[in-house]
């Protein structure tokens, strides 16, 4: 039988809904709207569609959403000088600097400047920190969303088998410490991993985080086996088009999976409703009220 097609825009739609819902809530406790940064320099294509999906998604759930566009010869200097302004501004409750920067600027540097509490992308080394320790932190969007996905399609993830193939600090390392909570065992593979194909057999669950277009094959999967993929890759098409693909080769993948995202439809939708939610998060917090239920 052909494996599930796991939808992550439904699940995403419904994140956003409940999201929605609860907004006004914190609008009446606290006497305003949640409010998101998002900072992009210069032009890169790719991080303008990201830029304007983001924006769209946090308007429609009833936020406030701040852009900050910046041209690509911005120095470092003005760069942190706007978030330090963005770190004071009570208004904002989330600072999300667009990825990848001009090479003229220095990406640790600008995320460690970033107010861990108003971190809502969860990359500053403190809230990766916290992560490890097992402390309530800001966590990266798409491995958050990846576990949300997991945990509705599998229940209680108590000592199953994770494989974890890619060590970003993005995806790969944070995905695994959530999947560690959540009582798996888990290893995670790469490029220098000796018979990857063996290795990722063992797993129950699949996590692909590698970048590298459809390189995980169907028979590398364990029978059964729940496939998260969160490759986005763009290759050729026909008559000189593109078309994007994952990190796991779907076709061959459907024959053996239990369960898998597909590409696009997956992940992507779920790391945008994942942002909105974590944007809430810390608007409760930074007002000193509990954390929004069902989220």
């Known amino acids: 039988m052909a494996a599930e097609?796991?939808?992550?825009k439904a699940f995403a739609?419904?994140?956003?809904?409940?999201?929605a819902e609860a907004?006004?809530?914190?609008?009446?406790a606290s006497g305003r709207k949640p409010g998101l940064a998002v900072v992009l320099v210069g032009s890169d294509p790719a991080s303008q569609i990201y830029v304007n999906s983001k924006h769209k998604a946090t308007v429609a759930v009833g936020m406030e959403s701040y852009e900050h566009r910046l041209a690509e010869d911005t120095s470092q200097d003005d760069l942190l000088a706007l978030i330090g302004q963005l770190n004071r501004d009570d208004s904002v409750d989330g600072i999300l600097v667009q990825l990848p920067l001009p090479p003229q600027i220095d990406e640790k540097s600008v995320?460690?400047?970033?107010?861990?509490?108003?971190?809502?992308?969860?990359?500053?080394v403190i809230n990766a920190?916290?992560?490890a320790v097992g402390e309530a932190a800001m966590v990266p969007c798409t491995p958050?969303?990846?576990?949300?996905?997991?945990?509705?399609?599998?229940?209680?993830?108590s000592g199953l088998e994770a494989v974890v193939i890619g060590r970003s600090n993005i995806v790969g390392k944070p995905m695994a410490q959530l999947l560690l909570?959540?009582?798996?065992?888990?290893t995670i593979a790469h490029s220098r991993t000796r018979d990857l194909t063996a290795v990722v057999r063992r797993g129950d669950i699949v996590v692909a985080a590698v970048g590298r277009a459809q390189m995980v094959k169907g028979d590398w999967l364990k029978p059964g086996a729940v496939v998260i993929d969160v490759g986005i890759n763009r290759i050729p098409a026909d008559e000189g088009k593109t078309r994007l693909v994952g990190d796991v080769d779907f076709a061959s993948a459907m024959a053996v999976a239990g369960a898998i995202t597909p590409v696009p439809g997956g992940i992507g939708p779920m790391t945008i409703a994942?942002?909105?939610r974590n944007t809430l998060v810390a608007a409760h917090a930074r007002a000193g009220l509990p954390p929004p239920a069902g989220l």
């Open 5 to 8: 097609v796991i939808d992550g």
């Open 111 to 124: 995320l460690a400047a970033i107010d861990p509490g108003k971190d809502v992308d969860g990359f500053h």
């Open 274 to 276: 994942v942002l909105l």
């Open 129 to 131: 920190g916290k992560l």
């Open 23 to 28: 907004v006004p809530a914190f609008v009446e």
């Open 13 to 19: 739609e419904g994140l956003r809904g409940r999201i």
């Open 181 to 186: 909570q959540e009582n798996c065992t888990v």
């Open 144 to 157: 958050l969303g990846s576990l949300m996905l997991l945990k509705d399609r599998l229940g209680d993830l």
